[in-house]
């Protein structure tokens, strides 16, 4: 439940921005705007999307070992590949200065209950925006699934990059009649609603 605190802050918050941007409108613009009913309904909107972005993250720790190569990340995992070869040899490492490192990858799942089910990979980029996040690389994703390989059976998630050509390329880790199975390659079509997506913090 929302503390009273929390409230005032955020009435503090926007209050202060009001303030700072006051010499910017007409005061007969600014009563126009506050006399329409729907002006508070708005902003609550926009402040309940961004809390419900925020309630279903789910955070996991990381150990990567950056000595290895993608395919080796990949074939650590113990899934059926489907991938492309040339999309996987040319697959994101994070920091390959290091030799490993650990960190915190935050998985969410968008609503996509508006958008038909379906979500672009340039409106996928938004949502990572929106949320402070960065696409997780798809090494840091592979160590991932090798510690927990059970998480992808019921979280199916993935990640995605532009390759040099400006291409969306995907990793993708599920279930399938097949088994536990990794998908890599160069595709532009987006995503369907079932999907989780990896990020790390900015």
């Known amino acids: 439940m929302t503390t009273a605190g929390q409230v005032d802050k955020a009435i503090a918050l ?9 010499g910017e409108f007409s005061a007969e613009a600014v ?31 990381v150990n990567v070992d950056r000595s290895r190569s993608p395919q080796e990340a990949l074939k650590a995992t113990g899934r059926v590949q489907y ?3 040339e999309v996987v040899d040319a697959m994101p490492r994070g920091d390959e200065n290091c030799q490993s490192d650990e960190g915190e990858v935050v998985f969410f ?3 996509l209950s508006e958008r038909s089910g379906y979500l672009s990979d ?21 160590a991932i699934n090798e510690a927990d390989p059970a998480f992808a059976d019921e979280k ?12 969306w390329c ?33």
């Not at 926007?14 to 006051?22: G, M």
């Not at 925006?129 to 994703?141: A, H, N």
Request: net charge positive; glycine share 8%.
């Open 83 to 85: 991938t492309n070869g």
């Open 156 to 167: 199916p998630h993935g990640t995605h990059w532009k390759d040099a050509k400006d291409n």
């Open 170 to 202: 995907f990793a993708m880790f599920d279930r399938w009649s097949d088994g536990r199975r990794v998908s890599v390659n160069r595709d532009g079509f987006g995503w369907r609603g079932h999907w989780w997506f990896a990020g790390v913090r900015k």
């Open 109 to 111: 799942k968008p609503d």
């Open 14 to 22: 926007y209050r202060a921005l009001l303030e700072k941007h006051s």
């Open 31 to 61: 009563q126009m705007v506050l006399g329409q009913s729907e002006l508070a309904g708005e902003q609550f909107s926009i402040f309940r999307r961004r809390v419900e972005m925020v309630s279903n993250f789910i955070t996991r720790q």
């Open 122 to 142: 340039d409106e996928l980029e938004q949502e990572f925006e929106w949320r402070g996040l960065k696409p997780c690389d798809p090494i840091s994703l592979s």
